[in-house]
């Protein structure tokens, strides 16, 4: 796993924005899709009260991932 980790290494900030960008890109596709769905009650991931808090947590997230890294995007030395 560590090898895997700094195989990464240059891109786990951005790996970590897309990952926790997905769930929120999964609830507007819902919502859009919907019209065209015959199943009007389409899970939701993160529940729309969640909302404010799921955002905190991505902020601080990154801004905790900008602190650790130490090298230029896709750069790995």
Same mark, same amino acid.
């Given at each position: 796993?560590?090898?895997?980790i700094n195989?990464?290494?240059?891109?786990?900030?951005?790996v970590?924005?897309v990952?926790?960008? #997905? @769930?929120?890109?999964? &609830?507007?596709?819902?919502? %859009?899709?919907? +019209? #065209? @769905?015959?199943?009007? &009650?389409l899970?939701?991931? %993160?529940?729309? +009260?969640?909302?404010p808090?799921?955002?905190?947590?991505v902020?601080?997230?990154?801004?905790?991932m900008?602190?650790?890294?130490?090298t230029?995007?896709?750069?790995?030395?």
């Amino acid at each position: 796993m560590t090898k895997f980790i700094n195989w990464l290494r240059g891109w786990r900030t951005i790996v970590v924005a897309v990952l926790l960008s #997905l @769930a929120p890109i999964w &609830d507007v596709v819902i919502q %859009i899709v919907e +019209a #065209l @769905a015959t199943d009007p &009650d389409l899970p939701k991931l %993160i529940p729309p +009260a969640w909302m404010p808090a799921y955002s905190l947590v991505v902020a601080v997230v990154m801004i905790w991932m900008r602190v650790i890294t130490t090298t230029g995007i896709g750069s790995r030395k």
